[in-house]
T-cell receptor, first 112, second 115 residues
Framework: DAGVTQSPTHLIKTRGQQVTLRCSPK?????VSWYQQALGQGPQFIFQ???????QRGNFPDRFSGHQFPNYSSELNVNALLLGDSALYLC???????????FGSGTRLTVV | AQTVTQSQPEMSVQEAETVTLSCTYD???????LFWYKQPPSRQMILVIRQEAYKQQNATENRFSVNFQKAAKSFSLKISDSQLGDTAMYFCAFMKPEGNEKLTFGTGTRLTIIP
């Protein structure tokens, strides 16, 4: 049973560029959440997708957007990258919390 | 809004010893869930243990147990017979009980098990 898969594992982008990160949820899970983890910090909630719609959103600017596809996979898009967007981006999937979320290993984004 | 505080940035302990990681939180909710997650160098967040606030009994998972003090809003993790594989970042997290609520994390404690 595959867990949560994220791609790519590492990414280097230039300030001002746009980036797309991808997540395939654990088999059977229908909800995908995205978190940003800056170096030395705990993860911060970005948003959550369910039934192809954004269901909840954290305190992140509109430069951060997402999408969920009919197969439950998801994308996180960040426009106009800033140096401060450098972080580990974690995807988590779930079916029936509060039993907990299953996390992927993340995408390490470096903005130069 | 909920906040989670982990006041120990780093800890180390000898292999086979017991270590306790501290976590406090602030919320106006009466029912909620608390978690401890482990993040090894592989970066994947792994669920260690879960506690439901309405349950008075402290959760236990093998060598891992919690001391949940609801009135004090304290949720500490005890690791017994520590092993080298326990070396990781440990995050305390809070979640409201409604379906698919977000997790609010603390800043983490870096735990090193010394051989």
């Amino acid at each position: 049973d595959a867990g949560v898969t994220q791609s790519p594992t590492h990414l280097i982008k230039t300030r001002g560029q746009q980036v797309t990160l991808r997540c395939s949820p654990k088999s059977g899970h229908d909800t995908v959440s995205w978190y940003q983890q800056a170096l030395g910090q705990g993860p911060q909630f970005i948003f959550q997708y369910y039934e192809e719609e954004e269901r909840q959103r954290g305190n992140f600017p509109d430069r951060f957007s997402g999408h969920q596809f009919p197969n439950y996979s998801s994308e996180l898009n960040v426009n106009a990258l800033l140096l401060g967007d450098s972080a580990l981006y974690l995807c988590a999937s779930s079916l029936a919390p509060p039993y907990g979320y299953t996390f992927g290993s993340g995408t390490r984004l470096t903005v130069v | 809004a909920q906040t989670v505080t982990q006041s120990q940035p780093e800890m180390s302990v000898q292999e086979a010893e017991t270590v306790t990681l501290s976590c406090t939180y602030d919320t106006s909710e009466s029912n909620y869930y608390l978690f401890w997650y482990k993040q090894p160098p592989s970066r994947q967040m792994i669920l260690v243990i879960r506690q439901e606030a309405y349950k008075q009994q402290n959760a236990t998972e093998n060598r891992f147990s919690v001391n949940f003090q609801k009135a004090a809003k304290s949720f500490s993790l005890k690791i017994s017979d520590s092993q080298l594989g326990d070396t990781a970042m440990y995050f305390c997290a809070f979640m409201k009980p409604e379906g698919n609520e977000k997790l609010t994390f603390g800043t983490g404690t870096r735990l090193t098990i010394i051989p």
